[in-house]
Nanobody, 125 residues
């Protein structure tokens, strides 16, 4: 099992930036990718981005492409989500998750077994 702890959320004005971190411990070698999801008030859990541990290949949902950057530091077992040009629609609780499966990553929350506790991001207009 992989344990995940997020940090870096907060309140920011529209147009601002935040950097989220996700520290992994436990059986980290057993996961293929680190992923970020978010849940906005009244909405379902949504895939945001993923990065594979081995190659560092990245994947994004269209809503954040060109604004968010996902990365990982294998030596520190830590993943990051750099969020720029934030807007109020980005307000949500952000969760990191570890994917282990046949593919490189998955956009379906039900495919991921290890989750962090979440960190709140609030963007004011």
């Amino acid at each position: 099992q992989v344990q995940l702890v997020e940090s870096g959320g907060g309140l920011v004005q529209a147009g601002g930036s935040l950097r989220l971190s996700c520290a992994a411990s436990g059986r980290t070698f057993s996961s293929n990718a680190m992923e970020w999801f978010r849940r906005a008030p009244g909405k379902e859990l949504e895939f945001v981005a993923a990065v594979t541990w081995a190659s560092g290949r990245t994947y994004y949902t269209d809503a954040v492409k060109d604004r968010f950057t996902i990365s990982r530091d294998n030596a520190k077992n830590t993943g990051y989500l750099q969020m720029n040009s934030l807007n109020p629609e980005d307000t949500a609780t952000y969760y990191c998750a570890a994917y282990r499966g046949l593919g490189s990553y998955s956009r379906r929350p039900t495919d991921l077994r290890s989750w962090g506790q979440g960190t709140q991001v609030t963007v004011s207009s």
